[in-house]
């Protein structure tokens, strides 16, 4: 299935994900469907994790993120972008850092607790690390704007991860990473009754004991004792956020771009998607080239020559070859991708002209994806 | 270009090249053309990928490797690593008993800490990358590579990787893991044995991702940028002056107008490929090699060796 508007498909919900793999216009897609929703009357808020310095600009984002910011009636005006006036564009740029500090000082019993945990070395770097922690604060932040009721509408587009999915399975392993029994496992850091822990408990015990010193085996007991009162509090949550997300108000959006490899793992993220019984909305394909209508070759060439001299007629047939090759390859790589998702419809975005990053395109691209 | 054969000797003559870049640009490509390069001038090179997605055997029209080094064309070896295989024989070499190492890591603790603790994976992903690097090998039976080139990931959890033994060795303050991630470290910061290159194009989002990514090299582990691969580059046939006579052409059958439109877009379109080219030469230290735009629909053998080409003749 192809085309129709993604209108229908966004129109009744209350948050949009965009997914998808590196470098396929992910974010700019968010954009767009944020601010085409927005100007059909809906208060719409997108969420970026690292928009690209001029969307910024044009956005009217500053460089700090955790800020829902509102653009500028009158820059959406210009654009074109204003057609219903109840409407409102807001948006923010994720701070995963501080998400999980606010999530922390949300979750302490006190305020000990909370320097306690803040202080510790072990909770800097789970709360630096790229890998986990964006995807999780990206999934914490969308629900937080979402039960704030603030918005009609909350567009994520997702962290680049190594996969695509990690987004989805992050908040699980954290969960199970602070979850009270492995808390516990290293309260029992004596070693006293660490035969309840399961088989091999005694031995990786012992493992971490030599391979990292004592010391390590004191930050990690001192930070889940820390953690401890709250592990409850973060496994609640993370299940509320996983209910968001399987819930009729929400549609996942797979984004994807006609290179051989994009369309490959379009393919792949959507057939896990299914399995994991995620409600897909549909898939986009961005960037899509479209075939100029000539003839090949030596006819174009003669055509051509009628108001070319020779030498130019030849560039001229030779660049539209190239095009047509591109345009030939996008249109094969669409086919696979629209026989492989089945009945998930796909909408294609042709390649634009100019540039993608200011609003007048975002309105372009916001008429393409759901025009009626 | 006068110093570049010179150069690009020394880049291959490393021991270790983590080739990084943003989401979509050719990373593995180019580490699979850069592989062909080193295995033709007789080196033993060894491909290696971290997102188990295997498309570098995909490219050669072969299966997957697995955890385990193939030769997939003389001289040339493919190896995909993945955090579970690599942390499961680190235990092994730690506890050296398979038992032991198969009830801890069979411990539902170890699973819960192995999958979240932060930078774990990392570590033990350069851990096992840096052992295949070394002249002497912990593998048993295995003969030493004159050259790895990692695939490796996008530039953030890129950069990740190449900080995990950093970290680690900060966090663990003493004890195998504290000596075993310095090691580890300092090879890496040893620019005689390991390179860091990035895969770019030539658009907006890619560039400023490599400059950003030179700059945080530089910043958090003080490692030069080694080399800037731009692909996809689009030649241009157009002359201002040519582009001049279209633009005034008038007249003509449709398809004439079509065809006309259609160059006069993809001359846009290289300008702004040179734009950001020259932006990316003016702001980064790295030296930028262009690749040429394969124009094919997905990389197939014959275009790794058009690419493997280019890069013999420019570097």
Redesign the interface.
């Known amino acids: 299935m192809s085309g129709g508007s993604l209108e229908t498909v966004v129109r009744s919900k209350d948050v949009v994900v965009c997914a998808g793999s590196g470098g396929v216009g992910k974010t700019t897609t968010s954009a767009a469907i944020a601010a085409g929703m927005a100007a059909r009357g809906n208060k719409v808020i997108v969420l970026t994790i690292d928009p690209a310095r001029r969307l910024a600009d044009a956005l009217g984002l500053p460089a700090v993120g955790n800020e829902e910011c509102r653009v500028a009636p009158e820059r959406l005006e210009r654009a074109g972008l204003d057609g219903n006036t109840s409407g409102e564009l807001w948006a923010m740029t994720l701070d995963a850092k501080r998400t999980f500090d606010e999530l922390v000082e949300r979750n302490a019993p006190d305020a000990a607790t909370r320097d306690a945990v803040l202080g510790n070395s072990i909770y800097r770097q789970l709360s630096n690390a790229v890998a986990g922690s964006q995807e999780y604060m990206a999934m914490e932040k969308l629900y937080e704007l979402h039960q704030s009721g603030r918005y009609d509408l909350v567009v994520l587009d997702t962290p680049p991860s190594r996969n695509a999915l990690d987004f989805l399975e992050a908040p699980g392993r954290l969960t199970r990473f602070v979850d009270s029994r492995s808390l516990a496992f290293f309260r029992a850091s004596g070693g006293v009754g660490l035969g309840l822990f399961g088989r091999g408990a005694g031995a990786l015990f012992a493992v971490l004991k030599r391979a990292t010193g004592l010391d390590l085996l004191h930050d990690l007991a001192d930070f889940f004792n820390a953690f401890g009162g709250m592990a409850q509090g973060f496994r609640d949550r993370a299940q509320s956020v996983e209910a968001l997300l399987r819930d009729q108000r929400s549609v996942f959006l797979l984004i994807t771009a006609p290179r051989a490899a994009a369309i490959s793992e379009a393919g792949f993220f959507h057939d896990r998607l299914v399995e994991l019984d995620i409600p897909l909305g549909g898939v986009v394909v961005n960037r899509v080239r479209r075939r100029v209508n000539v003839s090949t070759g030596q006819a174009l060439e003669d055509a051509l020559s009628v108001c070319l001299d020779p030498q130019l007629a030849r560039k001229v047939s030779r660049n539209t070859d190239d095009h047509n090759r591109l345009a030939d390859r996008d249109a094969e790589n669409v086919e696979r991708l629209v026989k492989q998702v089945g009945t998930t419809p796909t909408f294609i975005v042709p390649q634009l002209s100019g540039d993608v990053h200011e609003l007048e395109a975002l309105a372009t691209m916001a008429k393409c994806l759901l025009r009626s | 270009m006068p110093h570049s054969l010179a150069t690009v000797r020394a880049l291959l003559d490393r021991r270790l090249i983590f080739v990084t870049g943003?989401?979509?640009?050719g990373k593995?490509t180019v580490s699979a053309a850069l592989g062909l390069v080193a295995a033709r001038a007789g080196k033993r090179v060894l491909v290696c990928e971290?997102?188990a997605?295997e498309?570098i055997t995909a490219a050669f029209g072969l299966p997957p490797t697995g955890f385990e080094e193939v030769e997939i064309e003389p001289g040339l070896h493919a190896f995909s690593a993945n955090p579970d295989d690599s942390i499961r024989e680190w235990?092994y070499y730690?506890?050296r008993s398979r038992t032991?190492a198969g009830?801890?890591?069979?411990?539902?603790?170890?699973g819960?800490?192995a999958?979240?603790?932060?930078?774990l994976?990392?570590l033990v992903t350069i851990g096992k990358l840096w052992e295949l690097a070394q002249i002497e090998r912990k593998t048993p039976k295995s003969a030493p590579y004159d050259l790895v080139i990692v695939d490796a990931?996008?530039?953030?959890?890129g950069?990740?990787l190449l900080q995990a033994p950093q970290?680690f060795g900060e966090?663990?303050?003493?004890?195998?893991?504290?000596r075993q991630a310095e090691t580890i470290h300092a090879f890496i910061r040893d620019p005689t044995a390991t390179a860091v290159v990035a895969v770019t194009?030539p658009e907006?989002?890619?560039v400023?991702e490599t400059i950003d990514l030179e700059r945080r090299l530089d910043g958090a582990l003080a490692m030069p940028l080694e080399r800037v691969f731009v692909n996809a580059v689009?030649s241009e046939?157009?002359t201002a002056k040519?582009v001049e006579?279209?633009e005034d052409?008038s007249?003509?059958?449709a398809?004439?107008r079509?065809?006309?439109?259609?160059?006069l877009?993809?001359?846009?379109t290289t300008r702004a490929q040179r734009t950001q080219l020259a932006r990316l030469r003016r702001t980064l230290a790295a030296k930028a090699v262009t690749l040429p735009h394969l124009?094919?629909?997905?990389?197939e053998r014959p275009d790794l060796d058009r690419l493997a080409g280019a890069l013999e003749r420019k570097l």
Not at chain 2, 115 to 119: E, I, V
Not at chain 2, 171 to 178: D, E, F, L, N
């Open positions: 943003k989401g979509g640009v593995t971290v997102a997605q498309r235990l730690q506890l032991l009830l801890v890591s069979g411990n539902r603790i170890f819960y800490l999958a979240a603790a932060p930078g994976a990392e990931p996008a530039t953030g959890h950069l990740a970290t966090i663990a303050r003493v004890g195998p893991i504290h194009l907006e989002m890619p400023s689009l046939r157009l040519d006579v279209l052409t007249g003509g059958s398809q004439v079509r065809a006309i439109g259609a160059s877009a993809a001359y846009e124009l094919t629909p997905d990389v």
